[in-house]
């Protein structure tokens, strides 16, 4: 791979990442769309995404970094106690929760999902299926603001009505979980889903997408620790793929700032119409 | 089924399947298998997913044996 596929590959991985439009499905997709020389058939495709991934989790842990400080003191003191006593202790229950069902999955369906990553007419059907998903969790807000009878004209006030990540229980949290699971299809986001389900458990739009980034972190940084030692023996060049890495990383910290803000008051609307255009448009020019 | 003590067989049953993950992790890091795998050979991934479920099952035990607010 050159140096500027390399590159494109990881701003087109960092800028889709954290966005509800599937990194993964772009990385099926677009190379096929453009024709680029990009197999993700190849046996590095899935190593060099998750280091490009680990530019991801190097962001939101820097974004992140003084609450996941108390959120690991958190997690450290409950198990020792067995007792949760305060909030960064019950977000820190909420995460493990939330991570335990996409860990499990995806380790056992690792094998059978690589193969639709060869697929991109898959990977656009997936992507129509994800802006389904994100229009159906709006379309459930939508019709609980209805009924709440929010002023649904000013968004910030309609978004105060509903919870916090701190607010939620553990049921809901493994619902999220669960919900991110379907984001191993490519074309599915894992942003998008755990988003789509913290709506429907009763988030604000900025929390959904808070919690969305928390449960990122962790199954980002075990799958790349148990992945990246494939990088060293398929004899890739490392320098160029760090250098992705860290440009990956850059693009992913910029979009979590913007989503953070734009979920202030913003919907899941646009970024539904968007991966149904790219999913339509893939599904009826890629081979 | 809580009581001042928590809710023991759930303890229990969380430390029988934390003991069978560690031994699932011992197989997993030591032998060459093709069980749950697409390969025969050494699975350390396997492994050390086994060792973090038996951490995540003890922590559960710990919870589970102490009476919640």
Redesign the interface.
């Known amino acids: 791979m050159s140096p500027w596929l390399a590159g494109f590959i990881a701003l087109l991985q960092g800028s889709t990442e954290l966005f509800p439009v599937s990194s993964l499905g772009h990385a099926v997709v677009v190379p096929s769309l453009l024709h680029l020389d990009f197999r993700p058939t190849a046996e590095s495709f899935v190593p060099f995404l998750v280091l490009l991934h680990l530019g991801t989790a190097a962001a939101l842990l820097l974004l992140y970094r003084e609450q996941w400080v108390r959120i690991v003191g958190g997690f450290l003191r ?8 305060d909030a960064d202790e019950r977000l820190a229950l909420l995460i ?1 929760v939330g991570t ?1 069902p996409t ?2 999955v995806g ?2 369906l690792e ?1 059978p999902l690589k193969s639709l990553f060869a697929n991109p007419r898959a990977a656009g059907a997936f992507l129509v299926v994800n802006a389904c998903i994100l229009l159906g969790a709006e379309l459930l807000r939508r019709r609980d603001e209805r009924r709440a009878r929010l002023d649904v004209d000013s968004g910030e006030a309609r978004e105060a009505a509903y919870g916090s990540v701190e607010n939620l229980d553990v049921r809901s949290a493994l619902m999220v979980g669960a919900c991110q699971c379907l984001a191993l299809l490519p074309g599915v986001s894992r942003a998008g889903v755990t988003m789509a389900g913290g709506l429907v458990a009763g988030l604000r739009h900025q929390e959904a997408a808070r919690f969305s980034f928390l449960l990122a972190t962790p199954i980002i940084l075990a799958a790349g620790v ?1 992945e990246v030692p494939q990088l060293f023996q398929s004899g890739v060049p490392l320098g160029t793929y760090l250098a992705a890495t860290v440009l990956s990383g850059v693009v992913a910290y910029l979009s979590a700032r913007f989503l953070i803000r734009y979920f202030r008051s913003g919907r899941l609307d646009p970024f539904a119409a968007y991966c149904a255009a790219l999913g339509i448009v893939t599904l009826a020019l890629a081979r | 089924m809580q009581s001042r003590s928590g809710n023991m067989p759930l303890a229990i049953g969380l430390l029988v399947l934390a003991a069978v993950f560690l031994v699932g992790a011992v197989f997993y890091l030591t032998a060459t298998t093709s069980l749950l795998a697409s390969s025969q050979g050494h699975h350390y991934k396997h492994g050390i997913l086994a060792l973090i479920l038996a951490a995540l099952c003890l922590i559960g035990a710990n919870f589970a044996r102490r009476p919640q607010p």
């Open positions: 409950a198990s020792v106690r067995g007792r949760v006593e493990v335990i860990g499990i380790f056992f094998s148990l």
